[in-house]
Structure formats: C-alpha cells, structure tokens
C-alpha cells in the first residue's frame, strides 16, 4: 500500500509529478493556449468582476493561499488578501456580494474552512473551493469549485496537496489573466508552456533527495532552524519550517529574507541551520545579501539553488539545486528539497512521520 516506500509521506512526495499532471489533464491546453475548468468558466464574470477576492484556509492550505496571492496579483492584478479560517470566521469581516471567497482545503472537512464559507455565503459573496476530498462537506458547501486530482493523502503532513492546490490555482490566475488582458500574449503562452514542463521538473527535483539525505544527518540534532524566501518563496519558507516542526519536533520559524533583520537575526550562530530559498530567477541578488548577513554571523546555510549557481554555491555550508523554472512556478520545485530534508530528519530522530502526535489528518473540531 505504501507502494515500496517506508513511509505514506515518501510515496506522495515521490507522486508529486504524476498528481501535478494529473491535476491539469484535461484543463491546460498549452498548445492552444487554453485553460477549460468548468468551475471557472461557468462563473467567469463573478471572477472578473470581483473587487477582490479573499482566500481562507488554515496550515498547510494557508501556505497555498499565500503562494496565490502573488500569483493572483501578479497575473491578473486582482486585489487578495488571505486569511486563516480560524480569524476570518470571529472578526465580523467586510465581505459582500463583490467579493469572491475561496476556500483551499485538502481533506474538505476542516471545521473553521467550512464555517468561513458558512459566513460569507450569509455575507452575499461567491464561494468557491479548491478541494482534494471529492464530495466533502467543503466540496458540497460552496457554490462552484475545482477539485485538486492528488488522490488520497493518507500522511499526516500534507505534501502532494500542497503542489496540487497550487497547480490549481496557477491555472485558475491564468485563466482571469486572459479574460482580463493582464498578461501580456507571449507571457501568456509561455506560462502555459511553462506549467506543462513542471511535472518533469519536479521529477528533477526529486533527484535532491540524497543531498537532503546527506545534509539532514548533518542537522538533525539542531534544536532550532530558521527559514527564509522572499516574493513567491516566502510562503515556501512558512511551509518548510512547518513541515519540519509537526514531523521533527524540531522548532522551526519561517521568515520572509529581509525581516530577518528586524529581530530574528538576533538566534543567528554558529549552532543555527538557516535554509534560504535562493533561485536565480526572483529577488536574487536581495537574497545574496541577507545570506551574506547570515555567513558574517556564523549561521550554517543550507540554500535551495538553480541549477548552475556559483554565487550562493561560494558561500553556503550546503547547497541544494533544483531545475530552473520562472519565479512564479518555483514554489512548484521549491518544496520538494524542503519536504524531503523534513522527512529525513524525522525518520533519522526517529519519528513517526506519517502520524506525528497531537496531531490529525482532519481537523473537524476549532
Ligand atoms: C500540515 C497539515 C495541516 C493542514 C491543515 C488544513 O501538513 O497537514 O496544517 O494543512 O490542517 O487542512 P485541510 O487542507 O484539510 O483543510
């Protein structure tokens, strides 16, 4: 059942290529420049029309939310604000009949998600869910959705959800990007393109795993670790850390780069592991400089690089390389090194990582 893995989470960070496409089969249309999802296009008008669109979610899905706003912003210049269920659904918020709520959950049953929806569907606003579970109460809830196609996440720690739910969501910025004219044709078309190559990169990707192997021996007794990313990486960074916190035990923070310098700065020495995020197509150079500020303080950096980079390469402790891909797909490759050094350092202290204590696949209680 674990298909030859030790572990449920391996077997899924290992489907990731195949989910991811199974994700878009039938939707991306590179070729002829086109993105057919039915949820969307039966209610295109609600998306374009949207003063802004509002993004719930919690854990994981949260990260996916965040990764979405850029791209969302960035695509299709829709105003987004993302928010944790858990808050959203207690603060009395602003949101009516035009905004558009979508909701991320890869189980569908997560009880603050559903009642986020419960009240913004009260409040007059769009619904929309972007679901694993098909048929979940999420699922039945809203008024229209997109299920991701990752098929059953039977870890603990969502890893192919995350990927899938961010597939989803590319797609769906895309699509409102042509509607709206805010991407230019050949952009357009090349991100389509772009998207289409992703699971054979991902698959690339996953040849880190004896890098992340060697370098989770190395930090495995670590009793803290430090994240950073900036732009589209810095959810990437939240995502990281947390995955090493629930399977690990170990205390990790994410950090966008530059607020390191407003107070985490302070942990850095030479006992700290700091994973930066570091790809060549992004705030390169920005990165550069805050891993400089790591070095000078004794941190031990374990960057995730394109393939090919010296720069970093000359002053990191351990260097991870990933393909190249456009800054607004790298979340995409991004996390799987982040995923797999997580899952070697669990196994490597001796955790359970597929159920990790305290916690639950579903979360059906606040
Ligand atoms: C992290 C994790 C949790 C979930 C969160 C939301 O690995 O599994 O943080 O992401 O409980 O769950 P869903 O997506 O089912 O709403």
């Known amino acids: 059942e674990k298909g030859g893995y030790d572990h449920f989470m391996m077997k899924e960070i290992y489907e990731q290529p195949n989910v991811i496409k199974d994700t878009y089969r039938g939707r991306l249309h590179a070729n002829e ?52 269920a858990s808050e959203f659904r207690y603060r009395n918020p602003i949101i009516g009949d035009k905004d558009v709520l979508i909701a991320i959950s890869q189980s569908g049953e997560t009880a603050d998600t559903l009642a986020a929806i419960k009240l913004a569907k009260e409040k007059g606003a769009f619904v ?3 679901c694993n579970v098909v048929g979940s109460s999420i699922s039945r809830e809203t008024h229209a959705g997109a299920y991701t196609h990752a098929g059953p996440e039977i870890g603990v720690a969502s890893t ?66 430090l994240y950073l990313g900036r732009g589209y990486n810095f959810p990437v960074a939240l995502e990281g850390a947390l995955k090493l916190k629930e399977i690990s035990y170990i205390h990790a923070e994410g950090y ?25 197509q992004g705030h390169y150079d920005k990165v550069v400089s805050n891993i400089q500020e790591i070095k000078s303080r004794s941190g031990k950096i374990i960057a995730v690089v394109t393939k090919g980079d010296e720069q970093v390469r000359a002053l990191a402790d351990h260097v991870i390389e990933i393909p190249e891909t456009s800054d607004a797909m790298s979340p995409l490759l991004t996390t799987i090194p982040l995923q797999l050094l997580s899952y070697h350092i669990a196994v490597m202290r001796g955790c359970n990582v597929d159920q990790p204590r305290n916690l639950a696949k579903s979360v059906t209680v606040e």
């Open 33 to 84: 420049g086109l993105i057919k999802m039915a949820g969307i296009e039966d209610n295109i008008d609600k998306f374009i029309n949207a003063q802004r669109i509002l993004i719930v979610a919690c854990g994981t899905s949260w990260h996916a939310g965040l990764v979405a706003e850029y791209i969302f912003e960035e695509f299709a210049r829709i105003p987004v604000e993302v928010e944790y």
């Open 128 to 130: 929309f869910g972007v």
């Open 160 to 225: 192919k959800a995350f990927t899938t739910q961010i597939t989803v969501l590319t797609m769906i910025a895309l699509r409102l990007a042509k509607a709206k004219g805010t991407l230019s044709i050949s952009d357009y078309h090349r991100y389509l393109s772009e998207l289409e190559t992703i699971p054979e990169k991902v698959s690339e990707a996953l040849h880190t795993n004896d890098s992340a192997k060697a370098i989770a021996t190395v930090f495995k007794d670590a009793t803290n670790f």
């Open 256 to 280: 966008p780069a530059a607020e390191m310098k407003h107070g985490p700065i302070a942990l850095i020495d030479e006992q700290m592991p700091v994973v930066v995020i570091a790809p060549k």
